[in-house]
């Protein structure tokens, strides 16, 4: 199986917030491909945006001990034959 991903990700919001975290926003865009050594192929292209909520352990210009609490996908156009599916589970299945 190979999985290729031609992509850009950009940040596209950073958020301070007075409890001590902050908020990441940023915009993925490009393709992705999985194909099996059969040939059958699932692909993805368009763009989508995660959001991560970030403590910053009280030092905001230390990024190692940094800690991500939350992240989600805000934001999908475009074709993902992948979307909702367990990767893991697509591999197994592609490679049987």
């Known amino acids: 199986m190979t999985f290729r991903r031609n992509?850009?990700?950009?940040?596209?919001?950073?958020?301070?917030?007075?409890?001590?975290?902050f908020t990441?926003?940023?915009?993925?865009?490009g393709n992705e491909t999985v194909t099996s050594s059969d040939g059958i192929r699932?692909?993805?292209r368009?763009?989508?945006?995660?959001e991560y909520l970030v403590d910053y352990n009280g030092t905001l210009d230390n990024p190692e001990d940094d800690l991500v609490l939350e992240d989600g996908v805000?934001?999908?156009?475009g074709k993902y034959d992948l979307s909702?599916?367990?990767?893991?589970?697509?591999s197994l299945r592609l490679t049987a």
């Open 7 to 21: 992509s850009q990700v950009l940040d596209q919001r950073i958020s301070i917030h007075p409890d001590g975290t």
């Open 84 to 90: 909702g599916r367990d990767l893991c589970a697509e």
């Open 74 to 77: 805000v934001f999908r156009a």
């Open 46 to 50: 368009g763009v989508y945006r995660v």
């Open 42 to 44: 699932l692909k993805g």
């Open 24 to 29: 990441i926003v940023q915009q993925h865009s």
